[in-house]
Nanobody, 121 residues
């Protein structure tokens, strides 16, 4: 019904920048919220950033001031701009969306497949 496809992951040096994209496709009426989570090896999945349909944002404490979440509603896409990356940012990053789908209208919680970011010198 709804798919999330992430792109933009990879290898980056400490202090560098990356931008992740997550494009949603399917029978989409709208979004209640879109978010990025991450999971490092042997750690629990944690919220990185979230943005609601009204534009309210929330960030994890460890990324505040360095990461920025934004959306392009016309493209059903959410972005995560990551600056001043640190080795501790190394993780698999997952896109998440609280999607309202058509026919009949209902809410779904959808996850992307994840994209790996490795921060290392």
């Amino acid at each position: 019904q709804v798919q999330l496809v992430e792109s933009g992951g990879g290898l980056v040096q400490p202090g560098g920048s990356l931008r992740l994209s997550c494009a949603a496709s399917g029978s989409i009426f709208g979004f209640n919220a879109m978010a990025w989570y991450r999971q490092a090896p042997e750690k629990e999945r944690e919220l990185v950033a979230k943005i609601t349909s009204s534009g309210i944002t929330k960030y994890g404490d460890s990324v505040k001031g360095r990461f920025t979440i934004s959306t392009d509603n016309a493209k059903n896409t959410v972005y995560l701009q990551m600056n001043s990356l640190k080795p501790e940012d190394t993780a698999v990053y997952y896109c998440n969306a609280a999607v309202v789908v058509r026919g009949p209208l209902r809410s779904l919680d959808v996850w992307g497949q994840g994209t790996l970011i490795t921060v290392t010198s």
